[in-house]
């Protein structure tokens, strides 16, 4: 499975920004819709933090604290590719940002629970 992961840039606070993260390669029998996907994004000098997650069938869905009423997930099936939308940006959300994968049964939150992961991209908010 491969994931890329695009959209990141440079954007002033209070500004949006759109991830967008896509998925192929899919294992055998599978499809998009059966992989939860995760965002997650790591600052420098700090640990890799969950920021927002979606199952495949997208009827579950978790973001953290620092991203809620700010940062809204979604997918596309027909495109394979989720999205994080991403508003009234601070400073605080620079950092790269990971998407990742997971065809498990398991609790979306957690990174471990990922067996696929992109490359980051970047996203930072000046002030």
């Known amino acids: 499975v491969q994931l890329q992961a695009s959209g990141g840039g440079l954007v002033q606070a209070g500004g949006s920004l759109r991830l967008s993260c896509t998925g192929s390669?899919?294992?055998?029998?599978?499809?998009?819709?059966?992989?939860?996907i995760g965002w997650f994004r790591q600052a420098p000098g700090k640990e890799r933090e969950e920021v927002s997650c979606?199952?495949?069938?997208?009827?579950?869905?978790t973001y953290a604290d620092s991203v809620k009423g700010r940062f809204t997930i979604s997918s596309d099936v027909a495109k394979n590719t989720v999205y994080l939308q991403m508003n009234s940006l601070k400073s605080e959300d620079t950092a790269v940002y990971y998407c990742?994968?997971?065809?498990?049964?398991?609790?979306?939150?957690?990174?471990?629970?990922?067996?696929?992961w992109g490359l980051g991209t970047q996203v930072t908010v000046s002030s």
């Open positions: 979606i199952s495949g069938s997208a009827d579950y869905t």
């Open positions: 990742a994968a997971t065809a498990r049964y398991s609790d979306l939150r957690r990174s471990v629970s990922y067996d696929y």
């Open positions: 390669g899919f294992n055998r029998g599978f499809t998009f819709v059966d992989y939860g």
